[in-house]
Structure formats: C-alpha cells, structure tokens
T-cell receptor, first 113, second 112 residues
C-alpha cells in the first residue's frame, strides 16, 4: 500500500510569488490535513479537508489556502510569499475526519528567497 | 489552553540508557495523546499513543506514563539504541478540541 505522496520534494521561490503544493493520500483515506514545520515553531496545524470541504483551520493568514478533490487528493496554495514562509510543509492523511491516527508524507521543503 | 509544552528541547543519552521526554497540557478536553517519531528527511510517524483512562502503556521498548491529575505525560525509551536518534513530538487531541496540537519537539541523540 503506497504511503502519502507529496510533490514537489523541494521548492525555491522568491518573495511575492505564489506556490502550490500537492498531496496524494493513502488509498481509501478521505481526510487530508496540512502542517507547517519550522525549527522555531515546531509542527503547526494549517487546515483539514474531508469530502472536499475544509473542516478545520489553524491560525494562519488568508494567504494560506487549500482544497481537496473528489479523489481525496489535496493541494495547498500560498500566495504572496514571505521569507517567513520558508518551512517544511507536511501533509497527513487518515481514513476519516478527525481520525486519531495520522499518516504523514515526507513533506515539501519550501525556501523563500 | 490549547498548548502542549514539551521538554527537553534536546537530549543526548548513551546507548542503553533511558531517555525521558516530558509533556504537559492544560485543556482537559484532550482525550488522546500520541507520540510521533521523525527521522531527518521524513515525515513524523506514529510511535505509541495513550488515553487518559490508563496510567501506562508499553509497546516494545517504548513506554508512555500518564498522570491525569497533573496533566502530564512522558515517553520513556528502554535500552535506547543509536537507531532511536530522531526528533520526538508529543501531541494531544480531543473530540471537542477538533484539531491536533503538537509539542515543540525533542531532538534525541543516542551515542554509541
């Protein structure tokens, strides 16, 4: 059974640009959540999607958005990039909404120059 | 009230020693406390988890101790090995809390 797949693995962008990250959950998993990981802030919850609907959102500005498709794949978008957006962005999938066991991908390392 | 405080930030232990990582929470609505292990270049992976109705849970060399009255829980690694060197995150989740809250992480290094 394939794990959670995140693409791309690495991204380098400049301030002001926008970026789209992709996440393919484990087959059969319907919930996808996104996290930002930085050395200073640890793992912070961005949002959760289930059945193509955002079910929960963390304390991030509106520049951070996402969506989920009918096949449960999810994308995350960050507009008007800032230097502080440099981080590892992790996606996790679970079978159902607010399922306790999360399966994480290896993440997308975003560097904003 | 939504925070989970984790300590220490980093820890170095000799092989065979017992590293202990501690976490504390305030929100009594939390009812599920997992620990995740993360190796460099990988995402976190669920290691072991506990619910407040038990005081201890063991899975192999990993043990969670839970103190409900103190709102604290800790991870112990018995007979630690260099392969246990990783970053460990505690977390808390509750049905009414609606989102998982992670601790700040502990970078553990096991010296050969």
């Amino acid at each position: 059974k394939a794990g959670v797949t995140q693409t791309p693995r690495y991204l380098i962008k400049t301030r002001g640009q926008q970026v789209t990250l992709s996440c393919s959950p484990i087959s059969g998993h319907r919930s996808v959540s996104w996290y930002q990981q930085t050395p200073g802030q640890g793992l912070q919850f961005l949002f959760e999607y289930f059945s193509e609907t955002q079910r929960n959102k963390g304390n991030f500005p509106g520049r951070f958005s996402g969506r989920q498709f009918s096949n449960s794949r999810s994308e995350m978008n960050v507009s008007t990039l800032e230097l502080g957006d440099s981080a590892l962005y992790l996606c996790a999938s679970s079978r159902d909404q607010q399922e306790e066991k999360l399966f994480f991908g290896s993440g997308t390392q975003l560097s904003v120059l | 009230q939504q925070q989970v405080k984790q300590s220490p930030q980093s820890l170095i232990v000799q092989k065979g020693g017992i590293p202990i990582i501690n976490c504390a929470y305030e929100n009594t609505a939390f009812d599920y406390f997992p620990w995740y292990q993360q190796f460099p270049g990988k995402g976190p992976a669920l290691l072991i988890a506990i619910r407040p109705d038990v005081s201890e849970k063991k899975e192999g060399r990993f043990t969670i101790s839970f103190n409900k009255s103190a709102k604290q829980f800790s991870l112990h690694i018995m007979d630690s090995q260099p392969g246990d060197s990783a970053t460990y995150f505690c977390a808390a989740l509750g049905s009414s809390a609606s989102k998982i809250i992670f601790g700040s992480g502990t970078r553990l290094s096991i010296r050969p």
